[in-house]
């Protein structure tokens, strides 16, 4: 005949109780947020293609060389991403910049010296958008 001991099924893992409590471990905040997000249309923007974009240098050691060149004039690269949300037939979906055939990315890019994430998210959004009424006048910009 097995004997439980009185307190064990109250502490330890995995039945998802601390045995520390919270000495050890931080409190975070919560990673749900409620908010309300305006979805537009699909209809609302405008898609092109523009002129192909060539590489910069000729080959990979070339591009190494000039990204060091560049880290000892303007230090670390800073970039931004944005997720443009829109909705089809009542769903969301989330629009990507295709390059090529077969790769797919979030619009963004570089930030330039001392620019704001917020201020550099707009104007390379700005700069993605082949006709400047494409973005709905009320662009909801978080910081996550």
Not at 61 to 74: L, V, Y
Not at 97 to 114: D, M, R, S, V
Request: glycine share 8%.
């Amino acid at each position: 005949m097995s004997v439980i001991p009185p307190n064990r099924s109250q502490t330890g893992w995995p039945r998802g109780v601390n045995q520390f409590g919270n000495k050890y471990l931080p409190q975070t905040k919560p990673l749900t947020l409620e908010r309300t997000i305006n979805l537009y249309p699909l209809t609302n923007y405008t898609f092109g293609t523009k002129e192909p974009l060539y590489e910069k240098d000729s080959s990979v050691a070339a591009r190494f060389q000039r990204m060091r060149e560049e880290f000892d004039k303007i230090g670390m690269r800073r970039t931004v991403e944005g997720v443009l949300i829109v909705h089809e037939h009542r769903l969301p979906h989330v629009l990507l910049l295709q390059l090529g055939t077969t790769f797919f990315k979030l619009p963004g890019g570089e930030l330039n010296p001392g620019e704001d994430e917020v201020e550099g998210l707009k104007r390379l959004m700005t700069e993605v958008c082949i006709y400047l009424y494409c973005l709905p006048v009320d662009v909801c910009v978080e910081v996550m």
